[in-house]
Nanobody, 119 residues
Framework: QVQLVESGGGLVQPGGSRRLSCAASGNIFSINAMGWYRQAPGKQRELVAFITEGGSTNYADSVKGRFTISRDNAKNTVYLQMNSLKPEDTAVYYC?????????????WGQGTQVTVSS
């Protein structure tokens, strides 16, 4: 079993910053990609950003230049630094990992953390 523990969500004012963390633990041999998704009320879950094992990154157009994804491979942890937050960034943020264990590839989701951008 793999567990993903997210933290860092909360209420932030427009223009503010927030840092999300997601730590993975359990039966993991190696982690390939790590990413963040979000889901706003009434909308589909969408990819925000992901980072490969080698450090390559990709971002949704809506967050480019404002959000930065990073990872600490020694800690099996992925971060999302969110700057210049806007009300439209309000959503539940989920981390996801693609990992290798027991000679197979797996994917796992975090439980989600609420980010609310409001004055």
């Amino acid at each position: 079993q793999v567990q993903l523990v997210e933290s860092g969500g909360g209420l932030v004012q427009p223009g503010g910053s927030r840092r999300l963390s997601c730590a993975a633990s359990g039966n993991i041999f190696s982690i390939n990609a790590m990413g963040w998704y979000r889901q706003a009320p009434g909308k589909q879950r969408e990819l925000v950003a992901f980072i490969t094992e080698g450090g390559s990154t990709n971002y949704a157009d809506s967050v480019k230049g404002r959000f930065t994804i990073s990872r600490d491979n020694a800690k099996n942890t992925v971060y999302l630094q969110m700057n210049s937050l806007k009300p439209e960034d309000t959503a539940v943020y989920y981390c996801r990992i693609e990992y290798y264990a027991d000679y197979e590839d797996f994917g796992s989701w975090g439980q989600g953390t609420q980010v609310t951008v409001s004055s």
